[in-house]
Every structure is written in structure tokens, then in C-alpha cells.
């Protein structure tokens, strides 16, 4: 909001000299303003205080962190993984989303930061789960693929 009284409206304080802010305040650089004058201009203007910014409920704020382009792009490979029908897949993705970005809501259920050292287990484990899925994904392929040659003869 800009600034509307005294000088005019929508008067840029900044690009006014010191001396010429002075005269239009009708004050003083060395002994300022007079408690009665000050008790008048805070009557008449209020106090000079920015508005409080409105709060954001929990879902909202939850929701502005996923205003990043990897979060989108996680949420359509997930997505993409459902229309290919490999929902273990969708499901892991979308995890690894709710699951990186729900530490912002620690303050709304009174927990504390996993330290940093704890991180690289979690990230560990959260490999060792990916190859494991993975080397699962390899040997029913193979066995598939044995079972297919196996009928064929």
C-alpha cells in the first residue's frame, strides 16, 4: 500500500529530499515531534504499523510446497505409472512425494527435524527398497520368460 497522506497520493517518499519530508511533516530533524502532536497524528493516521499477513490453515500451507516443477514432475510420472497400469510403481512415486515434503508440516504435529544424520539411512534404505524392486522386476521377467519357452516346446 502505498502511502496517501501528508505529501499526497501515491507519493514515492523515497524519491523526496530529506528537507523537503521535513517541511511537509512539519517537524524537526533535531527535536522531532511534540507529544501532543504525536497523540493528534496517531489519532488521525493510526499507528504506523504494516498489516498483519493473513495465516495459511495447515492443507494450504502443505500445498504450497508442492509449488516446485520436481514436485510436478514426479506427481506425472506417478500419474503416467497409473494409466500404464503399474501401480506399485505410482504408489512408490507418489510416496516419495508425500513422504519428502511433509517435513514442512512438523510444526502442525509437534515433531521434531529428522537430523541430517539420520538422512543418509533413509536415503540408504530407500535405494536398497529400489534395487530390491528392481531385482524383483528382473527375475519375474526371467521367469516369464523361461515359463514362455518352456511352454512353447
Known amino acids: ?5 501528508v505529501i499526497g497520493e501515491g507519493a514515492a517518499w523515497h524519491s523526496i529530499a530529506s528537507d523537503e519530508v521535513v517541511g511537509k511533516l512539519a517537524t ?6 511534540d507529544s501532543g502532536e504525536v497523540s493528534k497524528r496517531l489519532t488521525q493516521y493510526g499507528p504506523n504499523r504494516l498489516p498483519a499477513p493473513g495465516k495459511r490453515g495447515p492443507l494450504m500451507r502443505f500445498l504450497m510446497q508442492l509449488n516446485n516443477i520436481l514436485i510436478y514432475v514426479l506427481l506425472a510420472a506417478g500419474l503416467g505409472k497409473i494409466f500404464l ?3 506399485v510403481d505410482a504408489g512408490v512415486i507418489i510416496g516419495v512425494v508425500l513422504i519428502t515434503y511433509f517435513p514442512p508440516m512438523q510444526d ?3 515433531v521434531e527435524a529428522v537430523p541430517l544424520s ?11 527398497l529400489f534395487l530390491v524392486v528392481e531385482l524383483e522386476k ?7 520368460a523361461q ?6 516346446a
Not at 515359463?147 to 512353447?152: F, T, V
Open 138 to 144: 528382473f527375475i519375474i521377467r526371467g521367469l516369464r
Open 118 to 128: 539420520v538422512w543418509k539411512w533413509l536415503l540408504l534404505g530407500g535405494v536398497i
Open 1 to 5: 500500500m502505498v502511502a496517501q497522506n
Open 108 to 110: 502442525v504435529f509437534g
Open 147 to 152: 515359463h514362455g519357452n518352456a511352454s512353447a
Open 85 to 87: 497400469g503399474e501401480f
Open 28 to 33: 524537526s530533524l533535531e527535536s522531532g515531534l
